[in-house]
């Protein structure tokens, strides 16, 4: 006879679960297209509103400062009051906040709304990858979560498409940009009402009924009350809610995996987010001609990384895809950094092979947050990964137009190659391997230290 956590994670791929999939997209779409918009309609921006050097700062990094805020938040409360409400709070915040900057005359105004929308979207990537995680069986699992990451990468590629079509527009151009942003996000919330609370969640407060009904749904078979309490761990339904929960991280053992999960994922995003957000300035400084033209040529390129990322997943598995990323990434930066700026080909391509293999890996960021945690801990978990992440992508989109005035560009790329290279060491020092395990083996990997 089959286990009951084995048969529940062996249950077949259904349309439902591709459709819990695409919906979760939205969020991480909404917070590409945040970034991509903005890279656009910056220098526009910087001229109508009169922007200080730092003032500009503030308004490419205000967002990442409000996922930092979302995440650190909202993660604990996803676990204290479910998943499916707050999926649907967030965007609906999104869209307003998104509407309203077409009506900002001064910079503190747009400072003050992408932390609002950045707030929105760090919210949602607990929520989403939490939901995702415990919707979709073990087989799926991998390349759904690391999909997510395609999401982003598909709404970035979509904002400059959609920036480069508007910059034409006149001075005020650039409102339209960062107004565009509703469209899809109302998209995705008319797409999110429908879909059920998580059944391991329910479980995981003693809501066992309500769990077996999801299930049927879901998984396409009975469940018994047996076969939904071995999903969790009894000894904690309905404890650690709230706040407490990061408490409750360290106490039960998870301290490792919570550090694993925030520097590797900090030093992804932390080269990648401010290289992305000022991209055509600086192909502009190493010599490039058609900046537009080149930087909506490498964005859409890196969605080849995501797919293959996707499609490597559950074949080489989550470490090895990750050290991969991470060698591609610190070879890319370093010589971008020492190729000579005649050379405008090969500075293009060594910006693609970034982008790719950056973004090949950039779909553990979902992955492993969702699999080291247990359910009552994994928004928590993921969340506070979110909120260390965007905190190192706030501080380097922030500082990277001094450091690149202070210390050249050389330098500066050079920077980025050794925040890599930090995320190649803590993988391989880190980094286990779960491809093979249910979510309830995955998170038993509590301890000192991870097992690999």
Known sequence: MTAPASALDEAPVRAIHK??????????????????????????????????????????????????VGG?????????VGRRVMFVLNLVVFVVASVAQIWVDEGWQLIGLRLVLGIAIGADYPIASALTAELVPRKLRGPALSGLVLG??????AAYVIGWALRDGGSEAWRWMLVSAAVPAAVFLLLRTGLPESPFWLASKGRIDEAQKIFVKYFGREASAEEVAA???????????GLGNLIAIFRRGYGIQLLFCSVFWICQVAPA??????????????GIGDTYSASTFITILAVVGVVAGMALINRVGRRGLLVSAFICGT??????ALVPHSFALVIVALFVLYQCSEAAGSGLQFVYPSELFPTDLRATGSGFATAMSRLGAT????????????????????????????????????????????LAEASLRSGPQIRR
Do not use: H
């Open 19 to 68: 459709r819990t999939v695409a919906v979760a997209m939205g969020g991480p779409f909404c917070d590409g297209y945040l970034l991509g918009i903005i890279a656009l309609a910056l220098p526009q921006i910087t001229s109508q509103l009169e922007l200080s050097g730092t003032e500009t700062g503030l308004v490419a990094a205000s967002a990442l400062l409000g996922v930092f």
């Open 273 to 286: 987010y401010s290289l992305r957000t000022f991209q055509p300035q600086m192909l502009n400084e190493l």
């Open 331 to 336: 070879f890319a930066l370093t010589a971008v």
């Open 231 to 241: 999903q969790i761990d009894s000894k904690y339904i309905k404890r650690g809610t």
């Open 395 to 438: 501080a380097s989109t922030f500082v990277l137009p001094m450091t690149t005035e202070a210390l050249g560009m050389t330098a500066t790329l050079l920077l980025g190659a050794g925040i890599t290279a930090v995320g190649l060491v803590v993988t391989v020092w880190l980094a286990p391997e779960t491809k093979s395990l249910s």
């Open 72 to 80: 650190l938040l909202f993660g604990p409360l996803t676990d204290r």
């Open 152 to 157: 982003w990468w598909v709404g970035y590629a």
